[in-house]
């Protein structure tokens, strides 16, 4: 079975990454080169010359059009073959795939699967990454591990109490009660911790934004949206402060944006955002937020790469489950009715049909 | 076929090695971590959670006990879990295995397979390496072949003239004639060469010991026990002073102590040392001896790979076997031996009851 | 199937790479160890000892005769074992396998099929590489890829336009008309293009040779010689001169010569040179010549390991020919051909007899 879904919108770049010239990357397995067009919008095509399998990344983009770097064949941003070396006809089999793509709260999305069902409507909700009520920034990394490892990273976030603690990890989050549910594409854990010291990292912010030294309700909101988008609203209000009723009005909030890509069955692009609600013309803290958030999620890498590895050498191992992993059990019943759901009929590739022979 | 036996005590560790830390081993395709406790003996658990797989070794030890660098699951040094995060009921099925353990000759020694087997009479005997009537000390290596070929290397020290040439090798190891001899755990082969001039490590080291200069009585009596250890009587004194008749008073004498540990069917953990029983105070001495013999154990580490290397490149081939391959060939019937007897039924591990949720 | 014919001569070594030292080459997938004897001839052996399989070219050349490093079993250059340590018997299969040899226009050439096939009249003419009237010299490479990737290039030279822009493309190449022939173990693509501007390369070596400045006729005659063997006849003369027409004496002609040896599946050991009837004494043009080749050639080298490495992504893949495409799918029926008609029999290595126990 697929470790993932191919009918979905996955982000496959940061919107500043794609300029005019040609990228190679890897999503769901397919290999993909994409460019931005003279028009300013994407084109994502199968990253394989049809003729001798050279990827198209090692040519030559010029205008909307892509030349093969070996033998010269020439693609349109459909993927359509327009020019061959040596010969008038073209044959009407030549072109490459291409793909739906969208560009959103500065991530392309790309659909791997069935064209016909790529609707926009479905593209993850991540508007924090460009709304002017918010400021921020991200990276992508490439982690060497299944996608839904970092999944469950995020969907408890315990272990930040033992792989975070010397920034947000703290024994109240290890310790505190969390409600878990769930609708048809999405699964929230809920943890609010009330009146506590506030960690490194929030003791930090909050002083910084107001002022405010003393004990604080802490929140963290997790939104999983199948099959790999996590949303987080985290933050910290004055304890007693009214923010468990509502009123955050005196505290800090950001919202810890994660979609994470299938490349192959055991390594994923991890795209990331920190957006705040305070502060936000203050660009250095934007800065330092980001790479104070790189320096955590690099603390999880290391500890989800030795998983994947440990995965690797235990096949068929039966995972045993803790009451913390409710939210992740539910993301992966998500994901994996969505898997069950298309395996029933096969993905059909849309293929150019050819007008006119060039 | 499995390659090893695995109701037997393997070397793990040398004794300094294991500190108030978490140490990675892997012994017989078993990963393992392994720490000293407060009281100072030696505990070894399984290297994966029960819960997400993570490696113990990624975690922290405080004092006998190892939280999971993950989700902070405790382990106790029996591999029972006393703690889980965010609830109090612990899963009654929640440990890890440990090993038997035990510290002898310096060395840290583990037995992998069925624990109710395992016996610390049946740990070899290597005592030259702690007696006060001998000085010396050794390292570990890690070593890129089946374990069975260092065991070849050492039943047959023929390879001394063509791989040691410099050193301790010379025409006549290839020419002496040899016995050898077996009982059911042990073969042993013994080459005595007489009146011989002494190659340049011996020469030097009866000079320095006793100011003689001059033909030599030399001996190399190499006594395996079965499944992966080798002790080596060797030496040389005065020619006709009557060491082959059994007094070697004039003499001096080294033991160059191998036990080797499989990680798998191509890697090994190679632990040695060379005692001797002469100039015993001389720690200069012991150190020049101990790099003096790593670095004869290096060429032989480059040939063990590339032979390892080759038999990969020939799957099936079938080893022809000359005079001098007569103590290997028992060496390795007496393993084979070993590794059918308990090929009958399975190891059962070692589980830990609950007594009591915490 | 097998991808390569073993009854064929392959080059493995420049003439100036093999000397009276041990020299390690892997053709065919067979490991081989070859060295000049006493008397000049090349003797080329298996590199793997008869009694462990340690390979011979990590032991030591004494005359014409190999000493094993581990053991010392000593081999002439037939193959046969001559000495075994701490022993007079010598066991009669005792042996490791010979291969024919020959050395022709500066390349050592090996024959890994049937020996009693091995026909020295079957060696590729390539006598543009040490005939008096043709100056230059060439290379050896290591490609990761098919053999044939290698093949398919140079037969169908379009791709300069693309890969070698710089040098020797021109859009000329990728328009011009071409013709492509075979026999029973050639084909061959001829291609004129008259009366055009001559690229940067030629430009430059017709006005070094003659001082001509113009429009050229520029020709490519690519002849290939099963199975791995392609010389290329190339050059430009003044348009209208006479070239095409049979007179090339205004004109400056070079060959570039190619014989390409499988190691294995997928990587190649890729021959070359650059001859030239120009300039002969001009010892820096041949040194130009060959780094400016080097140069072209390592553009194509990472074409090709890209093209390897797209292939192996997708396996089973169905290639589509393009009309360029008529000289290499003449080329690969052609060596189709060769490996068709040995997989009726087995190969029969050669064993050398042992005429007396020494």
Request: net charge negative; hydrophobic share 40%.
């Given at each position: ?44 095509l199968e990253?394989a010359c049809w003729h001798r399998l050279l990827?198209l990344?090692?040519g030559r983009?010029h205008?909307?059009e892509v030349t093969c770097g070996y033998h010269g064949l020439v693609y349109n941003?459909d993927g359509r073959c327009t020019r061959m070396p040596s010969q008038e006809t073209i044959n009407p089999s030549a072109c490459v ?255 150019i049909?050819l007008r006119s022979a060039a």
């Open positions: 079975m697929s470790t993932f879904p191919l009918n979905a919108w996955y982000a496959c770049a940061y919107d500043v990454e794609v300029k005019k010239e040609l990228l190679a990357r890897t999503v769901c397995k397919h290999k993909l080169v994409m460019y931005r067009k003279l028009d300013g919008t994407v084109a994502i990253d990827p990344s090692k983009l205008g909307d941003s795939r291409s793909f739906p793509v969208a560009e959103k709260h500065r991530f392309v999305w790309v659909w791997p699967g069935d064209p016909a069902l790529a609707d926009a409507a479905l593209i993850p909700d991540m508007h924090w990454n460009d709304d002017p009520a918010w400021a921020g920034d991200g990276k992508m990394i490439r982690v060497k591990c299944d996608y839904r490892l970092v999944l469950d990273n995020l969907m408890d976030l315990t272990h930040e109490t033992f792989v975070h603690g010397s920034s947000i990890g703290q024994q109240a989050v290890a310790e505190a009660p969390f409600v878990a549910t769930h609708g048809n594409r999405t699964a929230t854990v809920t943890r609010w911790m009330e009146g506590i010291e506030a960690p490194p990292f929030w003791a930090g912010q909050i002083r910084h934004a107001s002022g405010y030294e003393g004990a604080v309700d802490r929140w963290q909101i997790i939104r999983f949206e199948a099959p790999a988008t996590i949303n987080i609203d985290v933050g910290v209000a004055p304890a007693g402060a009214g923010a468990p009723q509502g009123d955050r009005s005196r505290g800090v909030n950001g919202y810890v944006l994660n979609t994470i890509t299938p490349e192959s069955d055991t390594s994923c692009l991890y795209f990331w955002a920190f957006a705040r609600n305070y502060c936000l013309g203050e660009q250095r803290l934007t800065h330092e937020l980001r790479e104070g958030v790189a320096s955590i999620f690099g603390e999880d890498e290391l500890i989800l790469e030795a998983q994947q590895q440990a995965i690797d050498e235990h096949p068929g191992y039966s995972f045993y489950n803790l009451n913390i992993d409710a939210g992740s059990m539910w993301m992966r019943k998500l994901i994996d009715r969505m898997i069950a759901a298309e395996s029933g009929g096969p993905v059909k590739p849309r293929v049909p």
